[in-house]
């Protein structure tokens, strides 16, 4: 199924592709504009440096189409008002005061189409102190808390994907679809902003619940819990296994499977809260260090597994490439691309179950940089003449 | 004219516990749509009980459960049942966590309730999904973020996969199921016909893998984590200061040179090590070694302000409560007081969508259980005298605890 099908969208994003790559991906056509010449910076992602193009641009603009357009000269900005009718929404990663200098401001463009979905993504939000700081997801991260509490005791850990994007991408995408949805009854669209630092921060599920609560803040632990214990990974021979129990009756059933009487019913690590509170930190924690140490992660997950508890190994993309549980779900899916040839991507998560289950399917292939601009063109009634000088004029 | 919220009218029949469902729920709420949250009769969702606590109810059960309304049901019984299928005929949306299956041993399953409303859009969020070797095992946060790759994906090469300081696993997935739910109901609107969504944590960690997988795929190999510093650029990444740790990030030669006098080391702009970005991810262990003993004699905020004047990317890492109370999150709306029954006035996370350049008013606090069930009950037309029997013969109660 390709939920979005009926929707187009005009994607004014660089370097931050996530917004229109959840569109694209579950059918809706994004048409992105990139300026001329060098395109999207995504585009050089990983690349070296004489300026070809990097390995993981077929990824991320999979299945979007491309138009060359220089929104900085007064002609490329009457073409993408000329397009605004014809898109039920337009995302970019600017603050729209930088939009409404080209002329592309929500106001203008709502005037166009009062149906349009505006949708601005940036790192900070339009206002206040920090809003025109750098647009990294590394020092939103920073400025979160969260990359301070992520890692072992001695120094926080670096999250190596790039979280805030992700969030804040995903929240704008669904108030973009949310307003969409709304148009269609009122007539009326709106614009949508999302800050990517807002959405880290409001995602945070103890850290206010612990000051508010317990009058305390947070502590940075590694992969521990400070309430409900075990959880925790640990080193087996061969590779780490995350272990994350919930109830008594999870540790039980682990102690019995792990053939450990001297964890089981009527020792003091049966029963929480003593077992979690009183004997796991600085006790039990390193007595089951010890045991994983002596048994494989092969080992220690056919325990869990029988023993119905929250426990698994820590995949590495290597071992993803061979999982049954990914196989089955389709989660890496074969792409063709006309430099990188035949080569793997990540699948879709949102699995729409009914007749025509389609989420096997290839990806469709990224866009050369301005691949459709002449297509888009003529279907705006452009003709031979006028692309031509558009072209000649470097505005496309 | 006031403008509504863009889902007003919308109806959310919610299952879910803990947090990645109630996490979907909640954002359909903030964003108008009225969620009738099934509570287990007696004692309801889980969460309410989890620490830390404020006059006795969970923290951060009230967190993720803003804006909702709370029924109170036993699901056991056929009056109960049927209460339910009325609410399915009236709903948009379902969204459920159980065990894999039970919903449907429990009679509400989609294959039913489809048949009530075809329009209906059901989503199931669970550790695994419906399918594959995992399906019905159990699963937490801690061990979706392994599985699926996300945890392998941060900290240092040589030493342990590290999770995020919070439940991440739990979250990109009710915000992945919020998308997936608005995309279905997209469809909904032109084909007349609903669908069921299969999530689970596992399928959205492994997007932490999404360049990595094709690293595999090219070379057959690939190296599944980089520490605190970025693998093409350098510098560019985390570096100890004298009161903590700040980010720099000099991705342009230009920025590189700044840097250089910024710090107070010229020299390093003569030094072959770091003679171009190539140069210093060759040489980036020295690179950061070099780095690191200009930074650690200086407070965050000074290498930040340095930084930034030379128009070098950088920032103090701030903790938690440094960003929480910050001028930035004080002027920008990131959280709102709202009187919470039972607690009283609570300072709460502001949802960072806005519509129009509005922050989206939190209209209430978290429900006590069953707060809404006569109410609910009354606006699907039932009668007072029926829903006085449904009390009396123990099937929906409004236990308010």
């Known amino acids: ?396 | 004219m006031e403008k509504k919220l863009p889902l007003e009218g919308l109806k959310v029949l919610d299952f879910t516990i803990a947090l990645a469902g109630p996490f979907t729920a909640w954002q359909l709420a903030d964003m108008g749509a009225e969620v009738w949250k099934i509570e287990r009769y007696g004692g309801g969702d889980q969460c309410r009980v989890w620490d830390p606590f404020l006059n006795d109810l969970g923290t951060m059960f009230v967190s993720y459960n803003k804006n909702k309304k709370s029924v109170e049901m036993n699901l056991a019984a056929p009056e109960g049942k049927a209460v339910i299928y009325e609410m399915a005929k009236q709903a948009d949306v379902v969204i459920e966590n159980f065990k894999s299956g039970s919903i449907d041993r429990l009679g509400l399953g989609y294959e039913k309730l489809k048949e009530l409303n075809p329009k209906l859009v059901f989503i199931s969020l669970s550790g695994f999904g419906a399918s594959g070797p995992l399906m019905k095992l159990p699963c937490y946060d801690a061990i979706a973020e392994a599985r699926s790759g996300f945890a392998a994906s941060n900290g240092d090469p040589e030493g342990p996969p590290m999770k995020a300081g919070n439940c991440i696993g739990d979250t990109i997935t009710g915000l992945y199921g919020l998308n997936a739910v608005l995309m279905a109901l997209i469809e909904a609107r032109r084909t007349g016909k609903g669908c069921r969504i299969d999530m689970s944590m596992m399928d959205v960690g492994m997007q932490a893998c999404e360049e990595t997988i094709m690293d595999f795929g090219l070379h057959g190999q690939a190296q599944a984590r980089f520490g605190d510093h970025d693998r093409f650029t350098a510098p560019y990444g985390m570096f100890e200061a004298r009161d903590g740790w700040c980010v720099i990030i000099a991705d342009t030669e230009e920025r590189w040179q700044a840097l250089c006098g910024a710090l107070g080391h010229p020299e390093w702009k003569d030094d072959p090590r770091f003679a171009d970005n190539a140069a210093r991810i060759a040489h980036k262990d020295d690179l950061v070694a070099a780095v690191t003993a200009a930074t650690v004699r200086l407070r965050r905020a000074e290498i930040e302000s340095r930084l930034l004047a030379a128009d070098v990317p950088a920032s103090a890492v701030l903790s938690f409560i440094e960003a929480y109370t910050s001028d930035h999150a004080n002027q920008t709306e990131l959280t709102q007081l709202v009187d919470q029954k039972k607690i009283g006035l609570m300072r709460f996370y502001s949802n960072p969508i806005r519509f129009d350049g509005e922050t989206i008013p939190i209209r209430r606090g978290a429900p006590l259980l069953g707060e809404d069930t006569t109410g609910v009950l009354l606006d699907l037309g039932y009668s007072q005298a029926e829903i006085d029997k449904l009390y009396a013969d123990g099937v929906v109660g409004a236990s308010l605890i």
């Open chain 1, 1 to 396: 199924m390709k939920p979005l099908a009926s929707l187009k969208i005009l994607d004014l994003t660089d370097g931050n592709p996530y917004p229109g790559s959840l569109f694209a991906d579950y059918g809706a056509e994004v048409l992105k504009i990139e300026p001329p010449g060098r395109g999207d910076s995504i585009r050089r992602r990983g690349a070296a440096a004489n300026g070809a193009e990097g390995p993981y641009a077929p990824y991320y603009n999979r299945g979007k189409k491309s138009m060359t357009l220089d929104l900085s000269r007064s002609a490329g900005q009457e073409v993408l008002r000329r397009l605004v009718p014809g898109f039920d929404m337009l995302v970019a990663n600017a603050p729209e005061a930088r939009l409404a200098e080209l002329g592309l401001g929500y106001a203008r463009l709502k005037e166009l189409n009062p149906k349009l979905v505006y949708g601005v993504l940036t790192p900070f939000g339009e206002e206040g102190p920090w809003k025109d700081l750098p647009d990294y997801d590394l020092l939103v991260m920073a400025r979160t808390g969260l990359l301070e509490k992520t890692g072992m005791p001695d120094k926080p850990t670096r999250i190596g994907p790039p979280l805030a994007y992700y969030y804040g991408a995903w929240h704008l995408t669904a108030g973009m679809m949310a307003a969409w949805l709304d148009a269609q009854e009122s007539g009326r669209g709106r614009k949508v902003s999302v800050s990517s630092w807002q959405a880290i921060c409001s995602v945070d599920d103890t850290y206010v619940q612990g000051l508010q609560g317990l009058n305390t803040l947070p502590k940075r632990i590694g992969n521990g819990f400070p309430t409900t214990n075990p959880t925790d990974t640990f080193q087996c021979k061969n590779g780490w296994f995350a272990l994350s129990i919930g109830s008594d009756a999870q540790w039980l059933a682990f102690a019995a499977g792990a053939g450990r009487t001297d964890w089981g019913e009527g020792t003091v690590y049966a029963h929480d809260p003593d077992r979690s509170m009183k004997h796991y930190f600085g006790e039990l924690d390193g007595q089951l260090r010890d045991y994983f140490r002596t048994i494989t992660i092969e080992e220690a997950d056919r325990i869990c597994q029988e023993a119905m508890v929250p426990g698994g190994p820590c995949n590495t993309v290597r071992e993803l490439m061979d999982d049954a549980q990914v196989a089955a779900r389709r989660m890496i899916l074969e792409a063709e691309d006309p430099v990188l040839g035949r080569h793997k991507q990540l699948g879709r998560p949102a699995k729409f179950l009914d007749e025509t289950e389609d989420d096997a399917e290839a990806p469709a292939p990224a866009p050369a940089l301005g691949a459709h601009t002449e297509q888009v063109l003529a279907r705006l009634g452009a003709g031979d003449r006028e692309i031509a000088d558009l072209r000649r004029q470097g505005v496309v």
